[in-house]
């Protein structure tokens, strides 16, 4: 079996457009939450989300190229981009057809799609562009990635609701690990902070209505959490073989050790009420990594700030962990970066393996009331310095998908 290293990190967040901004902002416990901007929210209950801020196309690719482009796949390739670059991978120097793609997206172009129905009801199918589907599909930020990089791997999309990116991490690890690439640009992308998608999320109950305070909206684990707050963007993470990272001189973050995957088979929308999918998905990544439950110094939660949410992922790492899960730091950044919906494992990744690199663990923001049933230790409100050896990152999608991945300092 090969052993995996993470090499580069780029990131497109609510908190910055770099992995670096993403970081200090993760760190000084900064909120990237504020009033929707992207369509005039007037008619609709929830008017708050995690939009990204300032986020130029032009410095990743020709005008005409980002037109043909729905927002959630710019955001890959300059997320892509960025890691490549941040990794110092020469492709020219590479064996192209040895880098895959391998991205997670939990929607797709849903922005496209609406922009296009609007337009043939005013005007007639005869106007629809010719560019509406291939902006629209899901795979296509994967499509656009391999292109504007000349990776000739496998590609491919992972689509698990809000565990899209985990699972897009976690599949490209063992496809490394087993031998049949070298390197895969991984993670995900989500821009999904439009009418009918906040509507959707709306009409369920999912999210935050506390429209009176932005910055405070998002609070995991808090008894007074009332919702999750919708963000976009994209975390993408260069995944590459051990040996062929140090061939070329790579600068290697972390290693990747551990992923599991499981499925609770319960309710298209509620976890599991015993949280027997998401324990088994932690214990999997541990069995695999092959470490001693009490070596996890980390979790990077998914912590969506949902009732259920977070109640059962803290019952899921009290099963696993049992009397050690108090001695755990856990986190939710989506505190501070709103859901990323199928991109949100791909900045969690990002955390997580950062904190290894740095020994410091972002807070969970908005902890102000504890709440009975989340009885662990969610890092209130202000980083910790801590050696972080490993850290674990979690995802729950909709449908009872669940992804965990394990990283270990290298």
Known sequence: ??????????????????????????????????????????????KIAAEVKNFDP????????????????????????????????????????????????????????????????????????PLFIPMMITNMAAGQVSMNLGLK???MTITTACASATHAIGEAFRSIKF?????????????????????????????????????????????????FIMGE?????????????????????????????????????QPDPEAKGASKSMQLAISEAGIQKEEVDYINA????????????????ETVF??????????STKSMTGHLLGAAGGVEAIATVLSIKNNIIPPTINYNTPDEECRLNYTPNKAVNREVDYAMSNSLGFGGHNASILFKKY
Request: net charge negative.
């Open 322 to 331: 049992g009397e050690y899960a108090k001695d755990i730091n856990i986190s």
């Open 58 to 129: 032009a410095l990743y690719m020709e005008k005409k190229e980002a037109k043909r482009m729905d927002l959630f796949s710019q955001y890959a390739v300059a997320a892509s981009k960025q890691a490549i670059e941040d990794g110092n991978v020469n492709l020219g120097e590479l064996d192209l057809e040895r880098i895959g793609t391998i991205i997670g997206s939990g929607i797709g172009g849903i922005a496209t799609l609406e922009a296009e129905k609007e337009k043939m009801e005013l005007k007639g199918p005869g106007r629809i562009s």
């Open 153 to 155: 791997g496998s590609s």
């Open 302 to 317: 998914h912590g969506t700030s949902t009732y259920f949410n977070d109640k059962l992922e803290s019952l899921a790492i």
């Open 179 to 227: 031998g049949y690439q070298d390197m895969i640009v991984t993670g995900g992308t989500e821009s999904s902070i439009t009418k009918l998608s906040v509507a959707g999320f709306t009409a369920m109950k999912a999210l935050s209505t506390r429209n009176e305070s932005p910055q405070t909206s998002s609070r995991p684990f808090d008894k007074e959490r009332d919702g």
């Open 1 to 46: 079996m090969k052993r995996v290293v993470v090499t580069g990190l780029g990131a497109i967040s609510p908190l910055g457009n770099t992995k670096d901004e993403l970081w200090d902002g993760l760190i000084n416990g900064k909120c990237g939450i504020g009033y929707i901007t992207k369509f005039d929210p007037i008619d609709h209950d929830v």
């Open 233 to 269: 963007g994209s975390g993408i993470i260069i995944l590459e073989e051990l040996e062929h990272a140090l061939k070329r001189g790579a600068k290697i973050y972390a290693e990747l050790v551990g992923y599991g995957s499981t499925s609770d088979a319960f309710h298209i929308t």
